[in-house]
């Protein structure tokens, strides 16, 4: 080793000594008074005590659900005939949400994120607004927007397809309802990747494809996974849109408010457990994913 | 050889610059925040668009706006680039960023090889986030290396580093700049850091490389006031020479007579050993080069001479006591003194002007008093262009470096 290489090598050591990532400064001898940890020790408690309640009222709806769900109403819900369809139904819409999703929200969250776009808080506030809108006006307004009666219902009936209680019309319910947090989502998990890294990857060869490959992904890939795992949720669970739009075929939400309205809440409830069911995997893998990527670049 | 003539355009100004660096050669590229250095290295890196640019590398055109134009995007320019943000991949380890380029190894023996050179062979499988900002660098440094990239380009890499890490670390990149032939350009705002790097200095301010040449000899000779400035001139001494002795402040100003004339012009024909004043500061004191307000009818209203020329007083070119053999005798006022570094800072007036100056010793003032000499200050005009330095072999005129220069 040349002696600059030893110099910095020594000079590293030192560093390394120092105060690496994670350390924590060494306990003051003296500390502070009895009184203060007294004090400081019963705030914490008292702040973990508060934080409980609000998790467990939080989480209250869930933890009703399974004390009230019976083994015996749940098995004669779900094993009446064509009562898993809906099931069905939601799953496949889901997934071909998330494909519209995938394949249309992802290269405007890029743009977004890099501000590719001009007046980006244009764009911005108009996503907002689809995420402020009740999704049962949303559902008011698609009617008049693609229904039968308007130019693109026409256009649609032409292509021998409708807009209006169809499998196309959920579709078409959950994208809306799902979209802003999909692409607010991504746009932020491929905003918090550093353009310089992207930069240096290419200066170290990589053409952009492999960029997008090696470094763009695997950062934000965490990030989108949360995000598609939100739009997920949402378009498991659209309501409001979807009741005005397509009421049939019908999901899991309609008929857990179908079985409310025909059989009473204890015939709806094991409905719920599946839309639970279904809905919430996509979501925690996501994130277990997340955190994992997280832990791992920590070291 | 890597060749760079760039015009890009900025919000403010248009930075217009011409490098040549040779194989193993280290240029740094200085001046304040915002003068253009980063741009001019992004053009030669590819990541902003020129107005103009003939940049080539190794015979390689890399960006030509004239015809044939030619435009090689990044990754195919072979040109590394090191931030201040070293830029590591925080998902990969140490052992994946450092085989991140095309061909490079994982496991080779050449990665091992520089691993230890840099001393990080202890954090191959380590991640970016668990080491320092040293360690971080030689990583980011290790990687350029590996990649083979033709060219290095340092923007301001150690930035925020302690002392003692940023001379290890240039210490090293001079070495391996020198063991591989690769021309490199580094960007530096702190003077310290570029004379310690590079072998050639361009002196950078709005976008213009106003001097270029050896690092010590852009300090000792600047070419213009401004040069001066940023090089760390800090007191600027309107001055002209008078065969009266001076009710008090500056003496000696070699090369110039009582007109301001440079001395070449002047003193040439003199015969009566005026010349040998012009050309030889070790001689005894000629004259008392007068302040403004003693130096008669030509003297401006402001306290400026009628001359214009001003000594440029570098802090660290000063010595304590009169010593006129050795540049400007100053004597003024002592207003400041304050410890710095492991000396002292002190501050006199002079002709109504700060002059501050950077002593071994706490300075004894006479009287309230204090009398320094400035070793063979730069003279600048009135336009700002060196006209001339009290220097013992007598250069004057124009003092711009050797190298490249586009005042």
């Given at each position: 080793m040349s002696s600059a290489a030893s110099n910095v090598a020594a000079a590293g050591s030192g560093v390394r000594g120092d105060s690496g990532p994670g350390r924590r400064p060494?306990?003051?001898?003296?500390?502070?008074p009895h009184s203060a940890r007294v004090v400081r020790s019963a705030s914490g408690a008292i702040s973990v005590a508060a934080a409980l309640v609000i998790w467990l009222a939080l989480l209250g709806p869930v933890i009703t659900l399974l004390m009230h769900i019976s083994p015996g109403a749940a098995r004669t819900a779900l094993t009446s005939p064509g009562a898993l369809e809906p099931l069905v139904v939601s799953v496949e819409s889901g997934a071909v949400t998330l494909a519209v999703l995938l394949v249309l929200g992802t290269p405007l969250a890029w743009l977004l994120a890099r501000g590719r776009l001009p007046f980006p808080r244009v764009w911005e506030a108009g996503l907002l607004l689809v995420l402020l809108l009740p999704p049962l006006v949303i559902g008011l307004l698609l009617v008049f927007m693609v229904g039968p009666f308007t130019p693109v219902g026409h256009g649609l009936e032409a292509l021998h397809l409708s807009a209006s209680n169809t499998f196309l019309a959920l579709v078409i319910a959950q994208v809306y309802e799902s979209a802003p947090y999909y692409v607010l989502g991504a746009q932020a998990a491929i905003g918090s990747v550093d353009p310089r890294l992207e930069q240096q990857a290419a200066l170290l060869g990589d053409r952009p494809r492999r960029v997008l490959r090696r470094v763009t992904l695997p950062l934000a890939g965490p990030g989108l996974a949360m995000a598609l795992a939100v739009a997920w949720a949402r378009a498991m669970g659209a309501f409001g849109a979807v009741i005005i739009v397509a009421y049939h075929p019908y999901g899991l939400p309609l008929q857990i408010w179908t079985t409310l309205q025909e059989t009473g809440l204890d015939s709806a409830l094991p409905f719920a457990v599946v839309l639970l069911v279904v809905a919430l995997p996509l979501p925690l893998a996501a994130y277990v994913w997340s955190a994992r990527a997280q832990r791992r670049r920590r070291g | 050889m890597l060749s760079a003539a760039v015009e890009v355009d900025r919000r403010d100004f248009l930075v217009c610059a011409e490098l040549a660096v040779a194989p193993g050669e280290r240029l740094a590229l200085f001046g304040?925040?915002?003068?253009g250095k980063t741009t001019i290295l992004e053009a030669v890196a590819g990541l902003v668009r020129p107005r103009r640019a003939q940049i080539t590398l190794g015979g390689r055109?890399?960006?030509?706006?004239?015809?044939p134009r030619a435009d090689v995007p990044p990754w195919r320019r072979r040109v590394g680039l090191l931030r201040q943000d070293p830029g590591l991949f925080p998902h990969l380890s140490v052992r994946a960023n450092l085989a991140y380029g095309p061909g490079s190894d994982r496991h080779g023996q050449e990665l091992g090889a520089l691993a230890a050179r840099l001393g990080i062979e202890g954090l191959l499988d380590a991640m970016p986030a668990r080491l320092s900002g040293g360690q971080q660098h030689r990583v980011a440094l290790g990687r350029l290396l590996l990649a083979r990239c033709d060219a290095l380009l340092l923007d301001?890499?150690?930035?925020?580093?302690?002392a003692s890490l940023r001379r290890g670390l240039t210490d090293l990149v001079r070495t391996l700049v020198a063991d591989r032939r690769v021309p490199s350009v580094l960007v530096a705002h702190e003077l310290e850091e570029a004379q310690a790097f590079a072998d050639q200095l361009a002196v950078l301010d709005h976008g213009v490389i106003l001097q270029a040449g050896a690092p010590g000899e852009v300090v000792r000779q600047p070419a213009s006031r401004r040069v001066a400035e940023l090089v760390g001139y800090l007191g600027f001494v309107p001055v002209t020479r008078s065969r009266r002795p001076g009710p008090s402040g500056v003496h000696v100003l070699p090369g110039l007579d009582t007109e301001g004339r440079a001395a070449g012009d002047t003193l040439s024909g003199d015969g009566t050993g005026a010349g040998q004043e012009a050309f030889a500061?070790?001689?005894?004191?000629?004259g008392t080069v007068a302040p403004a307000e003693a130096a008669g009818p030509a003297a401006r209203p402001g306290g400026e001479p009628a001359t214009g020329i001003v000594a440029g007083i570098h802090p660290e070119r000063v010595v304590p006591g009169a010593q006129p053999g050795r540049g400007l005798v100053l004597t003024g006022p002592l207003t400041v003194v304050r410890p710095s570094g492991a000396g002292w800072e002190a501050e006199l007036m002079v002709a109504g002007h700060r002059i501050t100056c950077r002593l071994p010793d706490r300075p004894e003032p006479d009287n309230g008093q204090l009398t320094v000499t400035a070793l063979d200050p730069p003279l600048f005009g009135p336009g700002g262009t060196a006209v001339g330095q009290a220097e013992q072999d007598g250069a004057v005129g124009s003092s711009y470096g050797p190298g490249r220069t586009a005042p």
């Open positions: 060494p306990a003051s001898p003296g500390g502070p | 304040p925040s915002g003068a055109v890399l960006t030509s706006t004239a015809p301001e890499p150690y930035a925020g580093l302690d500061v070790a001689g005894p004191v000629a």
